[in-house]
Protein backbone atom coordinates (compact mmCIF):
# COMPACT_ATOMS: atom_id res chain seq x y z
CA UNK A 1 0.00 0.00 0.00
CA UNK A 2 1.49 3.11 -0.73
CA UNK A 3 1.25 6.07 1.74
CA UNK A 4 -1.67 8.10 -0.06
CA UNK A 5 -3.62 5.19 1.75
CA UNK A 6 -2.71 6.32 4.93
CA UNK A 7 -4.84 8.64 6.87
CA UNK A 8 -3.99 10.65 9.89
CA UNK A 9 -5.69 12.87 12.53
CA UNK A 10 -5.19 13.78 16.10
CA UNK A 11 -7.16 13.29 19.30
CA UNK A 12 -7.02 15.28 22.00
CA UNK A 13 -6.74 13.08 25.07
CA UNK A 14 -6.24 13.47 28.73
CA UNK A 15 -3.13 12.48 28.64
CA UNK A 16 -1.61 14.61 25.73
CA UNK A 17 -2.72 14.88 21.69
CA UNK A 18 -2.39 11.08 20.05
CA UNK A 19 -1.90 10.88 16.49
CA UNK A 20 -4.07 8.38 14.82
CA UNK A 21 -3.01 6.83 11.63
CA UNK A 22 -5.49 4.58 9.33
CA UNK A 23 -4.21 2.18 6.76
CA UNK A 24 -6.65 0.59 3.60
CA UNK A 25 -7.61 -2.26 6.45
CA UNK A 26 -8.22 -0.13 9.54
CA UNK A 27 -5.89 1.65 12.60
CA UNK A 28 -2.17 1.40 11.66
CA UNK A 29 -0.70 3.41 14.39
CA UNK A 30 -1.59 5.43 17.70
CA UNK A 31 1.33 7.64 19.11
CA UNK A 32 1.58 9.94 21.90
CA UNK A 33 2.69 13.01 20.07
CA UNK A 34 4.44 15.35 22.69
CA UNK A 35 6.49 17.41 19.85
CA UNK A 36 3.93 17.89 17.02
CA UNK A 37 1.05 17.23 15.43
CA UNK A 38 0.93 15.20 12.23
CA UNK A 39 0.49 16.26 8.79
CA UNK A 40 -2.74 15.51 8.37
CA UNK A 41 -5.73 17.02 5.40
CA UNK A 42 -7.70 19.03 7.09
CA UNK A 43 -11.82 17.46 6.80
CA UNK A 44 -13.62 14.99 8.39
CA UNK A 45 -11.84 12.08 9.65
CA UNK A 46 -12.49 9.28 7.91
CA UNK A 47 -15.05 6.40 9.49
CA UNK A 48 -12.26 4.42 11.03
CA UNK A 49 -10.42 6.90 12.86
CA UNK A 50 -13.78 8.91 13.74
CA UNK A 51 -14.48 5.39 15.45
CA UNK A 52 -11.20 5.12 16.92
CA UNK A 53 -11.58 8.50 19.03
CA UNK A 54 -15.20 7.76 19.91
CA UNK A 55 -14.12 4.57 21.19
CA UNK A 56 -10.95 6.20 22.72
CA UNK A 57 -13.50 9.26 24.25
CA UNK A 58 -15.44 6.24 26.34
CA UNK A 59 -12.32 4.52 27.42
CA UNK A 60 -11.00 7.62 28.84
CA UNK A 61 -14.82 8.09 30.35
CA UNK A 62 -14.23 4.97 32.23
CA UNK A 63 -17.18 3.52 30.22
CA UNK A 64 -14.99 0.81 27.37
CA UNK A 65 -12.87 -2.02 28.65
CA UNK A 66 -12.18 -3.10 25.34
CA UNK A 67 -11.56 -2.02 22.08
CA UNK A 68 -13.58 -3.02 18.59
CA UNK A 69 -11.84 -1.29 16.02
CA UNK A 70 -10.49 -3.04 12.91
CA UNK A 71 -6.74 -2.67 13.04
CA UNK A 72 -4.07 -3.19 10.16
CA UNK A 73 -1.04 -4.34 12.21
CA UNK A 74 2.60 -5.03 10.20
CA UNK A 75 4.78 -7.19 11.76
CA UNK A 76 6.68 -10.50 12.31
CA UNK A 77 5.04 -13.88 13.61
CA UNK A 78 5.95 -13.24 16.86
CA UNK A 79 5.02 -9.41 17.26
CA UNK A 80 1.58 -10.35 15.85
CA UNK A 81 1.00 -13.64 18.44
CA UNK A 82 2.40 -11.15 21.04
CA UNK A 83 0.35 -8.23 20.22
CA UNK A 84 -2.73 -10.45 19.86
CA UNK A 85 -2.21 -12.30 23.14
CA UNK A 86 -1.85 -8.33 24.74
CA UNK A 87 -5.57 -7.87 23.61
CA UNK A 88 -6.65 -10.98 26.06
CA UNK A 89 -5.35 -9.31 28.89
CA UNK A 90 -8.07 -8.16 30.41
CA UNK A 91 -9.01 -4.18 31.90
CA UNK A 92 -7.69 -3.79 35.30
CA UNK A 93 -5.49 -6.26 35.09
CA UNK A 94 -1.66 -6.63 34.68
CA UNK A 95 0.65 -9.89 33.33
CA UNK A 96 4.82 -10.00 33.57
CA UNK A 97 6.55 -9.96 30.64
CA UNK A 98 7.90 -13.45 31.56
CA UNK A 99 4.52 -14.38 32.12
CA UNK A 100 3.38 -13.08 28.87
CA UNK A 101 6.03 -15.32 27.13
CA UNK A 102 5.11 -18.36 28.58
CA UNK A 103 1.54 -17.26 27.37
CA UNK A 104 2.59 -16.51 23.46
CA UNK A 105 4.64 -20.01 24.01
CA UNK A 106 7.95 -18.80 23.72
CA UNK A 107 9.68 -18.64 27.27
CA UNK A 108 12.77 -18.57 26.25
CA UNK A 109 12.59 -15.33 24.35
CA UNK A 110 11.50 -13.15 27.12
CA UNK A 111 13.27 -10.21 25.94
CA UNK A 112 12.27 -10.86 22.19
CA UNK A 113 8.69 -10.62 23.88
CA UNK A 114 9.30 -7.44 25.46
CA UNK A 115 10.81 -5.79 22.14
CA UNK A 116 7.42 -7.28 20.44
CA UNK A 117 5.50 -5.35 23.33
CA UNK A 118 7.56 -2.01 23.05
CA UNK A 119 7.02 -1.90 19.04
CA UNK A 120 2.97 -2.13 19.91
CA UNK A 121 1.44 0.27 16.97
CA UNK A 122 -1.59 0.97 18.26
CA UNK A 123 -0.96 1.31 22.50
CA UNK A 124 -3.70 1.75 24.65
CA UNK A 125 -6.07 -0.28 21.88
CA UNK A 126 -3.84 -3.27 22.21
CA UNK A 127 -3.06 -3.00 25.70
CA UNK A 128 0.98 -3.28 25.90
CA UNK A 129 0.47 -0.86 29.15
CA UNK A 130 -0.58 -3.69 31.02
CA UNK A 131 2.47 -5.60 30.69
CA UNK A 132 5.17 -4.85 33.91
CA UNK A 133 7.85 -6.09 35.18
CA UNK A 134 7.98 -9.56 37.51
CA UNK A 135 8.83 -7.69 41.06
CA UNK A 136 5.02 -5.23 39.80
CA UNK A 137 6.97 -2.44 38.88
CA UNK A 138 6.20 -0.74 36.11
CA UNK A 139 8.59 -0.81 32.75
CA UNK A 140 8.97 1.05 29.95
CA UNK A 141 6.23 2.43 27.90
CA UNK A 142 5.74 4.29 24.27
CA UNK A 143 4.47 7.25 26.18
CA UNK A 144 6.50 7.00 28.88
CA UNK A 145 6.21 5.73 32.73
CA UNK A 146 3.84 8.24 33.76
CA UNK A 147 1.41 7.46 31.21
CA UNK A 148 1.34 3.85 31.82
CA UNK A 149 0.69 4.44 35.30
CA UNK A 150 -1.98 6.96 34.45
CA UNK A 151 -3.59 4.06 32.25
CA UNK A 152 -3.38 1.75 34.82
CA UNK A 153 -4.53 3.89 37.73
CA UNK A 154 -8.12 4.21 35.34
CA UNK A 155 -8.13 0.89 34.91
CA UNK A 156 -8.47 0.87 38.57
CA UNK A 157 -5.16 -1.99 38.03
CA UNK A 158 -2.43 0.26 40.57
CA UNK A 159 -4.60 2.67 43.49
CA UNK A 160 -1.72 4.44 44.36
CA UNK A 161 2.40 5.28 43.50
CA UNK A 162 4.16 1.46 44.58
CA UNK A 163 1.04 -0.67 44.74
CA UNK A 164 0.98 -3.82 43.43
CA UNK A 165 -1.24 -4.15 40.59
CA UNK A 166 -3.87 -7.39 39.76
CA UNK A 167 -1.69 -10.23 38.32
CA UNK A 168 -3.42 -12.08 35.63
CA UNK A 169 -3.75 -15.84 36.51
CA UNK A 170 -3.37 -18.86 34.01
CA UNK A 171 -5.28 -17.86 31.17
Known amino acids: MNDAAIRCMTYDSPLG?????????????????????????????????ARAAAQLDEYFA???????????????PLEMRVWSELRCIPHGTTVSYGRLAEIVGRPDV??????????????VVIPCHRVIG???ALRGYVGGLARK?????????IATAGAAPPQLELL
Open 134 to 136: ADG
Open 62 to 76: GRRTTFDLPLDLRGG
Open 110 to 123: VRAVAGAVARTPVP
Open 149 to 157: AALLAGEGA
Open 17 to 49: PIALEAGRFGLRALRFDDDAAPACAAGTPPPTL
